[in-house]
């Protein structure tokens, strides 16, 4: 055996660290989707009246429109009637640790985020949730104290309506596109914060997702305000257990930053890939947007995407707020046989509004990684400033990399930069760190590692420990 | 410590070294010169283990192991250490990483634990001061936005970090000023032992004023042409290359 194909068989039956699943009793809709699944899923919920009502406005858009097919994407036909829309384990409302279904806890431990380390770490309250409900939260306590709230927005649609009421879909609009259309219908569960006027929340808040059952899509739902000068900080992770067939993850996520408030909203996505010859994986199919409704507000989307079987993610930011500040910085690693088409949408609309892309894509195997990104400039938007580069490394000749970049330019006052560089991992970096005693698994990781810095830099510390390690994991025997 | 027997090389499939034969014994300093298109960095390259430099014929035996058998890193942690005449710029990797990690690359091979952080830094701060460098570069990425001169103090500096048996400096006295030139002369001088052998490749005579060598050896064609001691540089430095050239036509 060559040292090319040792190293290649190394990889391919190393797996996927995260692909167990978890035996616990479901309750599951139906397979299939009507509208009798809509009531069904509100119903387990004891949403209100208004809530089904939307729901079903959704629903009804939703089957007027099309998979979009613009995206550099292969997708294959999915069968929305042969999938369950709603699973939930029988037990529930857990008032302490002690009660949590033991295997759940199993799931999270494997998942190397056991609930009591994670208390510790930092501060870190973290909200999970499994499938379709929000299992436990923790430091609730503490968050409430500070007036934040910090809850499964199942639990906000009851405590806080009035809040819900006003925000969820003001961002992503029920028929803003196909697969925000469809979680609009059948959203089962997710995150809902809330910051008061001038607070700055007392520590990093995060949710783990994981889509368990098979055949189950997870249509998760996040709604982030900041009200007034306050400040929040929010990571998200996900993983997936390891199955043959395909999963679909359509999650929809709504930031509103007010006057002076800033969101900073990390995401590191480690979905299952599939397998070395693209069977299996997970869907993710998302919808990410935040608005500066106020003046001098920020949103600040980092992302690090090593997973998913096909990814079609393009967090943006609608700058509306004068001398707001939209940032997308994002790292897209493809393996394999993986499609990702991501990017952002940085939509300028007040004065003085700066946006920073920064996006590094990284490609190894057979796939493929578009960078899509547009910048639009209002006709209003005096002295916008955009700031674009993107970059692309190549780990072998037979994966694609490429980039898209959309510009709109209503005013004449506005300044745009745009820089890329598309390289193939280079022969003489991997010879320099080679003749320093670097086998070719350690230069890889040091080159690439280098290579996503200045996004990695945006990470809060823990999360960007982790995120080199998944890329070590992503990458691993991808030279060739 | 190296012996190089009835070495030919092809780069992309042209032969470049034809024949080439040295021995260096432990302690010793050899100097190569030779014009321009010669092979000398061929050589170095062949000697590292560069991708796409094939051997075709000829032995190469270091340490008594077969080198020709090693990868480049394997090479590398045996302690061939290469000075590169062009060093290469990782962007957003610094140097104290980039040097952390090949010296914890050698322990791991070893089976050793990773280096403490204390004894790094004294070991940094220890080799920085050799090379005049402001531990401020440490900081930097490598190589990036280094000045030439800088570049090759720095391609000095690991080489003092790595405790190589064996090194190869490729031209590194090239584009340097007399004060560069001096600094890099006298961080190889520091580092002469009667274990540490060294094979200096150069254009000009100027650097073996700083670093006095044991051999000098003239390189025209792929092959050794000439050997003898100090007095050779001097004798090219004075008469140019192409009594070489014409003789060996
Ligand atoms: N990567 C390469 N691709 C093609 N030709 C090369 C390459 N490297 C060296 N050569 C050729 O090999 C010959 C020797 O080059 P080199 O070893 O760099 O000489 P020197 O270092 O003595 O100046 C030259 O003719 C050069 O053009
Ligand atoms: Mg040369």
Known sequence: MTRDEAIIKKHTEDGYKYGFTTDIDQERAEIGLNESTIRFISDKKNEPEWLLDWRLKAYDIWKKMENPDWAHLNIPVIDYQSISYYASSKKKKYKSIDEVDPEILKTYEKLGIPLEEQKMLAGVAVDYVMDSDSVFTTFKEKLSEAGVIFCSISEAVKEYPDLVKKYLGSVVPQRDNYFAALNSAVFSDGSFIYIPKGVRCPMELSTYFRINAENTGQFERTLIIADDKSYVSYLEGCTAPKRDENQLHAAVVELVALEEAEIKYSTVQNWYPGDKDGKGGIYNFVTKRGICEGNRSKISWTQVETGSAITWKYPGCILKGNNSIGEFYSVAVTNNKQQADTGTKMLHLGSNTRSRIVSKGISAGNSSNTYRGQVLIGPNAENAYNFSQCDSMLMTDRCGAHTYPYLDIKNNSAQVEHEATTSKIGEDMMFYCNQRGLSDEEAVNLIVNGFCKEVFNELPMEFAVEAKKLLEVSLEGSVG | ?249
């Not at chain 2, 992309?12 to 000398?40: C, F, Q």
């Not at chain 2, 094939?54 to 020709?68: A, H």
């Not at chain 2, 710029?89 to 090949?102: L, Y």
């Not at chain 2, 004894?119 to 930097?140: G, P, S, T, W, Y």
Request: charged content about 25%.
């Open chain 2, 1 to 249: 410590m190296l012996e190089i027997k009835n070495l030919h090389a092809n780069v992309v499939s042209k032969p470049i070294l034809k024949g080439l034969n040295l021995n260096i014994a432990p302690g010793e300093v050899h100097a190569i010169m030779g014009p321009n298109g010669t092979g000398k960095s061929t050589l170095a390259s062949t000697l590292a283990g560069r991708n796409g430099y094939e051997v075709t014929k000829g032995d190469i035996v270091f340490e008594g192991e077969d080198l020709l058998d090693m990868e480049p890193d394997e090479r590398a942690r045996a302690g061939v250490f290469l000075a590169f005449q062009y060093p290469v710029e990782i962007p957003g990797v610094t140097t104290i990483n980039f040097m952390k990690s090949a010296i914890n690359a050698r322990r791991k091979a070893e089976g050793e634990a990773a280096i403490k952080a204390s004894e790094f830094m004294a070991e940094m701060k220890k080799n920085l001061e050799l090379v005049e460098i402001n531990q401020e570069f440490m900081k930097r990425s490598v190589n990036v936005g280094f000045s030439g001169g800088e570049k090759k103090r720095n391609e000095i500096f690991q080489m003092a970090m790595l405790n190589p048996k064996l090194c190869i400096l490729d031209e590194t006295d090239s584009g340097l000023d007399i004060d560069a030139l001096r600094v890099v002369s006298e961080g190889v001088n520091a580092m002469r032992s009667k274990e540490r052998s060294f094979l200096i490749i150069t254009h000009y005579q100027r650097l073996l004023d700083y670093i006095q060598p044991d051999f000098v050896h003239v390189m025209y064609n792929g092959k050794i042409v000439k050997s003898g001691d100090k007095s050779l540089a001097k004798k090219l430095e004075d008469k140019g290359y192409d009594w070489i050239k014409e003789a060996n036509a």
